[in-house]
């Protein structure tokens, strides 16, 4: 059982739908971190939401944080191709480990 | 300035063998975490290090250990390898922890047979 459940696992939708990506967890976290990886390629960084109901925005993604820091999630507005990729959330906990969800693997189709 | 680099990038290894996988960090890096990906159980935390000293460790049997070198570089060894050690091998750097940004290098992948 993962501590961080992520949802849906996998999102096939066409170019210019919206869609938003779910980071649940029953446990409490000082930070999440949102990532992106391509294949071959190792996860990219895109944000770090710390503070309980923080909402961050990055061009046409928006990520918020859960009131309780427990949960987090990711919406894409007007999906675009090159939005494709695996989305991972990470959880820190105390003692400077970093859990990661199961990710939701996102195809945008032209 | 220079990402995280691994090498090899990718491995054939057979069961029962041992193997050491490198990673040099970004300069000025302190801290190198490695995780193990795989599809069925995703990117689970292996251990950290920094300093030379290793502060974290993940739920992993002992057959995985790693060190630390003076200028940052680390290698992770697994021993006795077993199919199921099939998996990407990442590491990420930092300044000085995981609340950091994290960058990741693009894995080694190996496969055991």
């Known amino acids: 059982t993962q501590l961080l459940e992520q949802s849906p696992q996998f999102l096939s939708i066409q170019e210019g739908e919206n869609l938003t990506v779910y980071c649940n967890s029953s446990?409490?976290?000082?930070?999440l971190q949102w990532y992106r990886q391509e294949p071959g390629e190792g996860p990219v960084l895109l944000v770090t939401?710390?503070?309980?109901?923080e909402v961050k925005k990055l061009k046409r993604l928006t990520f918020q944080f859960g009131d309780a820091r427990k949960d987090s999630s990711l919406h894409i507005t007007a999906a675009q191709p090159g939005d494709t990729g695996l989305y991972l959330c990470a959880g820190e906990r105390a003692g400077n480990m970093l859990t990661f969800g199961g990710g939701t693997r996102l195809m945008v189709k032209p | 300035k220079a990402g995280v680099t691994q090498t090899p990038r990718y491995l054939i290894k057979t069961r029962g063998q041992q193997v050491t996988l490198s990673c040099s960090p970004i300069s000025g890096h302190r801290s190198v975490s490695w995780y193990q990906q795989t599809p069925g159980q995703g990117l689970q935390f292996l251990f950290e290090?920094?300093?030379?000293?290793?502060?974290n460790k993940g739920n992993f049997p002992g057959r995985f250990s790693g060190r630390q070198f003076s200028n940052s570089r680390s290698e992770m060894n697994v021993s006795t390898l077993e199919l199921g050690d099939s998996a990407l091998y990442l590491c990420?750097?930092?300044?000085?922890?995981?609340?950091?940004?994290?960058?990741f290098g693009p894995g080694t992948r190996l496969l055991v047979l």
């Open positions: 939401v710390v503070t309980g109901g």
């Open positions: 990420a750097s930092s300044l000085w922890g995981v609340q950091e940004t994290q960058y």
């Open positions: 290090y920094f300093s030379e000293t290793q502060r």
């Open positions: 446990s409490v976290f000082s930070s």
